[in-house]
């Protein structure tokens, strides 16, 4: 009898060993987006990044140092000069703005957040992208998430189990709870950004349109969250996105889409009333504003009167609520309302202005407010240039649109946001996916394969 020798060597390898050594170094940023799918524990942190952490701000640490490890393993140099300079102005601006907090703990815990976010995770993630395929990967583990989140918010509005809105617990919030109402909505929207770009560049026929149905699942919790920022943001994206990816198909899109829209709620009437009394309070935060919209524009003011006593350093890192009260007016209330979603009623103290911008500019000064924001600005302009190289046929375009979709979305999103809340540590991938677009080296953007 003729014994057959063992198979051995790649051959042997199986389709799911070959697909994980090829994908090995970005599986802990796939983890790390798997980590908010999780119901958050008791410690879980709430606004104004007040609280102690979360399950996945750990995971965070241990990508970081991962990438540490797999940088000194393989002698690599990790980053280019252009993304050591980019990622390094925060690093500068926060350790000076560190200086002027009240406490060594506040400064030491604002310092780990602002790195956390703004530097060490969004290096570590373009660092462990490699090619386009890395990137498609996480692109999708967004669109995976957001469509978890989106079918716990849907079953929460549809079974009264949400958080509180109008006296009813219909408000969809995921994962994230009655603390956290925006964190849904952010993750459902980086999703439907991901969808989109994916279905408009996406390389074969059966993507594009396994992109396009999760887009479209994508809407209907976007809309039961009642976020209207994160409305606006994702409207003006998408409609960017369509807009980038072609003028003659935008054209057919868009009104395909105004069509679609008359027939469903002008006809049909599909929408509840307080999803259309919703959409329509967006023109009137300036003519009628409801208590959440004028406590926000009485922080707004109380911040920007923090930076003009302080222009440079600004108030110290973390030490807004100790100055709010003395800078806002008498309209701001004693805290918003918490109820739902597993939570009994309660006041959630306001600890932060709801702006990013203004945050950093009260905390930290205008020099730090341009170190960073000039961070951002330079990720987007390096991006949009390397778009522009993508839509000439040069490859990579459905890369190039969440990208660039992604960054623009969170930098409107920081109008009325800021890093606080347990989704924030999804910020820092979307930095990530952002900076590996804008600054990796051209010979890692075009690989298509790597073996």
Known sequence: MTVLPAVTGPRAETPLWAALRRHGPVLPVLLLIAMLGLPLGAG????????????????????????????????????????????????????????????VSNSLV??????????????AVLILVRDRDDFRLVAWGLVALGLWQGALGVYQYLTGTGASYAGEDIRAVGTFGATDVMGMSTVVAYGLVCAVALALGGASPRVRLTALACAAGLVVPLALSFSRGAWIATAVVC???IVCAGLRRAVRLLAIGAAAAVVLVGGLGVGTSMLQERLSSITQVTAAPDQSVTDRYTMWAAAIDMWEEHPATGVGLKNFPAYRDSHASVALSAGSDVAGAGASFRRQPLLSPHNMYLLVLSEQGLLSLCAIVGAWAAMLVCGARRLVTAHRGKGGLDCALI??????????????????????????VVFGLAAWWALAPAADREAATRR
């Open 239 to 241: 409609v960017a996105q």
């Open 110 to 123: 604002g310092m780990a957040r602002y790195y956390q976010i703004l530097v060490l995770v969004p290096a």
């Open 44 to 103: 879980a942190e709430t606004e104004g990044s007040g609280g102690t952490g979360t399950l996945a701000d750990a995971v965070s640490g241990l990508v970081v140092i991962f990438c540490a490890v797999r940088a000194v393993r393989y002698r690599q140099r990790p980053l280019t000069r252009t993304a050591l300079v980019v990622l390094g102005l925060p690093v500068v601006a926060v350790a000076v703005a560190a200086l002027g907090a009240d406490s």
């Open 403 to 428: 990208a660039c979709g992604l960054l623009v979305w969170q930098l409107i999103d920081f109008v009325y946001a800021d890093i606080g809340g347990p989704s924030t540590v999804l910020t820092s």
